[in-house]
């Protein structure tokens, strides 16, 4: 295979159009929906996250049958949920499960799909090192730098309490 | 005197340092080595971002007493001192790749990866994992820095030279002091009585030790128990890669396959008894897979004539050969 | 330098580093810092093989039942954060010295299991186990579990 | 009548044409090829690439062993949500740990015959083999992973290399296509950057128009920051993130620095005396980004260090001045100033 140097050029030209706009497309075309395999937009950290944020969120407020006096949010949560460090480890590695848990669990609740949300909660409570645990599904609002230096939400939103269960 | 002076030319005969004095001669080779030397900064700057990557996680370790040249980390804490010293060997060995071509940046580079050495040593045992690379850093600092001027004076180019090839004939000899402290404890342990080298479950008892003791398993242990003969042959094979290991830095037709062999035997020991010593590798690539002294059309014929043990045969009949006629 | 220089600076570094590795490779089994033993995988190991570890008698104050071996005890009563190979390096040097009774060494070593422990007090021994290498890899089985010191945390001295 | 528009017809063309040329001569002037056509003639140029492809193979060989070491981590991924890609199709009919053992090994065996065999196309199909079938896997558990993209398409890339390594053939022209091919891969480095730093301006215009905090607001380094980090778990925190969440005017510089060398990467590629340089500032802002926000790149980094540290377009004469005048922007900027005063001076 010889190709001539000019349509070599044209080719890799071609090549380097063709995934810009194809990175362009996906962008704005499958952007919430599964990414694509190979091809990527680069769009990371694109946007500046906004001052006032809201997520769902879990608050622990009974661990062990003790009561906590200021309930604690599931990120803070280690030495009360988690034993041991390598468990909370092994938990928050799949973090992103579990928060895909709640953004799926907190709707629900507010639709009130009774099926949805016991599939669910089974989902989290599994994740759980011990029971039984008394949790709330909030939607909380806060700025993120007041958030990250003195854990203040502006707005608690709750949404439902629950006590987890060995299923 | 002159019994010395006629040990010293046997030895050097023996050795080849005669061809040395040739092979570091050569312009191609002079400018290879110049286009080859960055890399090696190029991967010490990947390590140093490996590495910089534990600050997500520093647990503190059982034992921390901080080697001399990390003596400053008495006075602080074991999550400062370690910040500290992985952000400065990430930026002394972006320095190092960017400055390779100044000594003043190859030093710098240097010191950074001598204080994440020493950090690595400090936790109550010594660790040699990295030792190599510090050496070879140390090693290249000596290089005399002619770079941008295209054509050199042939004596500034062999000092080059034997600077470089000084780097890849102490990477083998790390592998021949291998092989031969293991023909020493095989014949130490041979006239004792125990089981040793040469026995056909040798490498298997190698195995199941190392296994044991660090209570893992590996993906052929399972059939090396089984055969053991199947773990004994690559073992001789290693062997004899390992002892001459030195001698091959003299025959550079032979780097290649020797580094080859030197990369399959790093893969032979993580399969077979799970032992991982990657870090070698990149220094293997870097040095000997492309040593600038091969000759890229170099033949089967030379390449097997070179071989140590079968050189030697050669020679003997050859020279046989030549009284005969 | 000139060139000649060089090679035979270079030439007796090799030398030096050769003789100093196999030096301390015999001396003092490989313990010094920047030189690389020489004698690493050299030796074939015996068949039957030592090793140490501890055994836990009584954990958090209650006696335990049947006392646990440290591989099973890591993951229950250890800050396993810190990697299984410290473990086992601090373990094998405890036990070395005790062994070759030199037990004034092992201070920093035994004070660094003992901060490890998530709970005390803690009665424990360090045990030295002989096996069979092969024997052992396939079923675990011992040939004899020797005991060879007890410590408890709540002993002062040490 | 008819004349008329054919001379209508005729003006609207050349205004068209006009229009054409105008958009051709911006493209050029902003891409120009030229500046590294010129240098694929050159022999110092070609002898450097040359140089620098084996150790791209070379380095597959550790990434490749290094994997494995992770093998374990990818067994437990988990079978459950193993959905293998096309790469992999064959994996439905074998069983799953089989399947990983394999492209393992494959991907092992593969760099080692790419390292040997590097000058020859199949030795380099091969290899791209083997990371396309590892990417795969990677990528079959349900997430999809991007980090190692670059390695797949850079791999492509290089199969597409001329046979020009013995010393006999080095014709101009296979010289040119070498270097062409090679030109490619940098071009697709930089690319990648661009898109980064396109979607960071589009989204700031965005943001600024609906007066939201955007890339240009004092804090928007530190909200990153403090959005990124409140996700993670307390353990885990960022070596200089809390500094500029307190201090956020210590990351506006940063952040704009970021986003212009981003965003001006592919016009990088058009200019060989700045590739040095900008290799460096996209490893600078990889290890910042690690350090502030935790987000964590490297694998770009082999491709800026073996590709453009040490560039074989860059002209070793070329001068400081020669380097400042190529700047995006600023060396626009310089090159109207000295225009004017010799207008001026007129």
Known sequence: MSLSHSLLEKLIVLFLVSYFVVGVYAHFYIINQEEVYLLYSWDLYTKVPPRIQTEFAILIHEFEGKRLENPIIFERARGVLYSSLTEYRHATYNKTNIQNIVRLLAPSILQDKTREIERLRMELEKTFLSHPVVYEVVEVTFNPIERWKNGRFININRLGIFTSQVF | ?325 | MPYNALKIFLLSLFIVYFFAGFYVSKTIRGEKYLIFPAFLFTQVPPQIGTEYTVRILEYGGKELDHPILFPDAYKLYFDNSIALPHYNSVIRRIGMNIWQGQSGEIGQYIEALERSFLSKPVVYEIVRVKFDTIEYWRTGKTIEEKSIATFNTEDAGL | MIKHTTQNQKNYLTRFEFILQGIARLISKSFPFRNISKIMRENYAFEKARTIVPFFYYFMVIVALYRILDLSNIVNEGQRIFAPRWPIFWADYLHYLTVIDIVHVFFILATLTGAFFYRHRAGRFIVFLGILEYHALRNSFGVTYHNWDIWVWIALLFIFLPDAWGSAHKSPRERKRFLLIFWGAQAFVLLMYSMSGMWKIIAAVGQYLNGEASAVSFDAFSLHISTQLNILPETMTSMLGPLIINYPLLGWLPLIAIIYLQSFSFFIAFRPSLHSIWALGLILFHVGAYLTIGAEFFQHIPFLLFLFLDSPFRDPRASWRQTIADLPIFGWILGYLPKRNITNAV
């Open chain 2, 1 to 325: 005197m002159n019994r010395i002076r006629a040990v010293s030319k046997l030895i050097s005969g023996r050795l080849g340092l005669g061809d040395l004095d040739g092979f570091v001669q050569e312009d191609k080779a002079y400018e290879r080595a110049k286009s080859i030397v960055p890399f090696f900064y190029y991967f010490l700057l990947f390590i140093a971002l490996l590495q910089l990557l534990q600050l997500r996680h520093l647990a503190e370790p059982l034992i921390f007493a901080p080697r001399w040249p990390i003596f400053w980390a008495d006075y602080m804490s074991f999550h400062a001192a370690t910040t500290v010293i992985l952000v400065f060997f990430a930026f002394s060995a972006l320095t190092g790749a960017y400055f390779c071509r100044n000594r003043f940046g190859r030093i710098i580079a240097f010191l950074g990866f001598l204080q994440f050495h020493a950090l690595q040593a400090s936790f109550g045992g010594p660790n040699h994992q990295w030792d190599l690379w510090l050496w070879v850093a140390l090693i290249l600092i000596f290089l005399p820095d002619i770079w941008e001027k295209t054509k050199q004076s042939s004596r500034e180019g062999k000092k080059f030279l034997i600077v470089f090839w000084g780097a890849q004939a102490f990477l083998l000899l790390t592998y021949s002091m291998s092989g031969i402290g293991k023909l020493l404890h095989a014949a130490l342990q041979y006239f004792q009585g125990e089981a040793h080298l040469f026995m056909f479950n040798s490498a298997a008892f190698h195995v199941y030790s190392w296994l044991n003791a660090m209570q893992a398993t590996s993906l052929l242990g399972q059939l090396i128990m089984e055969h053991p003969l199947l773990g004994w042959f690559p073992f001789m094979f290693i062997l004899y890669v390992q002892v001459f290991a030195f001698l091959v830095a003299f025959r550079p037709s032979l780097h290649r396959v020797w580094a080859l062999a030197l990369v399959l035997f790093h893969m032979g020991t993580y399969f077979g008894m799970n032992a991982e010593f990657f870090y070698q590798v990149p220094l293997l690539f870097i040095f000997l897979f492309a040593s600038p002294f091969h000759e890229p059309g170099t033949s089967w014929r030379k390449m097997i004539s070179d071989l140590p043990l079968v050189s030697c045969l050669l020679r003997r009949l050859h020279s046989k050969h030549v009284t005969v006629t």
